[in-house]
């Protein structure tokens, strides 16, 4: 089976996460806003009680060393309440200074609070992107109907995390998503890497990433 996850806005938990998934050869992609990040890691906001802080701009690189980099736009707007010509900047500007920044092509996309509409999923179709990820759950597995509108599996907290997966076995990709800064405390990080530990044992797991899902393979010369 396809095992995809991904996670979300770029904060200093992704180190410690990063290290975790390394530990258990895990795969996973990173979605990042690279119009908000200062060269040093600053304070961004509190999650229940605990404060999340962004990374800095210039540990980024060796932070996310060997995972995939999709991006979340530049500075994280509502994109459906914006005008469509800023909306249209987010969208390319974040793209192109992720590529520059990471080396590596960036054709994943992540609609910031999983808002979008039709203008909004043209641009990111436009600006290169082979999907966009919303927040809504498939009914089983990935909805790929619309690779603008994709759908995953679900959250990594979802209380029915284990009953998606054996649905998502019979379509044979199973996609989750979240955020580090969701981990605020001991107790989850350990149930986290014990889900993960259960994930990489499922029979014939291989981590992907969603562009994988949805860029056609390529054809190799005869
Ligand atoms: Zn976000």
């Known amino acids: 089976m396809k095992l995809v996850q991904c996670w979300d806005d770029g904060v200093t938990n992704d180190e410690r996460l990063v290290a975790l998934l390394r530990r258990h050869g895990a795969g996973a992609t990173f979605n990042l806003n690279p119009g908000l990040y200062a060269p040093q890691r600053q304070f961004g906001w509190v999650h229940r009680g605990t404060d999340v802080w962004r990374l800095g701009l210039d540990e980024l690189p060796e932070v996310y060393q060997g995972f995939n980099i999709a991006n979340h736009t530049l500075t994280h707007p509502h994109l459906a309440q914006l005008p469509i010509a800023e909306a249209r900047r987010e969208i390319q500007e974040g793209r192109a200074r992720l590529q520059a920044l990471f080396g590596q092509p960036v054709t994943g996309f992540v609609y910031p609070f999983g808002t979008f509409n039709a203008e909004v999923a043209q641009a990111v179709r436009e600006a290169g992107h082979s999907y966009a990820r919303t927040t809504r759950a498939a009914d089983a597995g990935v909805d790929q109907r619309d690779p603008m509108a994709a759908a995953p599996s679900c959250h990594f907290l979802a209380a029915d995390f284990w009953e998606r ?23 989850m990080w350990t149930a986290f890497e014990a889900s993960l530990a259960r994930l990489c044992a499922e029979p014939g797991a291989v981590w992907c990433t969603p562009a994988d899902l949805f860029e056609a393979p390529q054809l190799s010369p005869p």
């Open 165 to 187: 997966l054996a649905r998502a076995r019979e379509t044979g990709c199973f996609w989750f998503w979240g955020h580090s800064y969701e981990l605020i405390n001991e107790s």
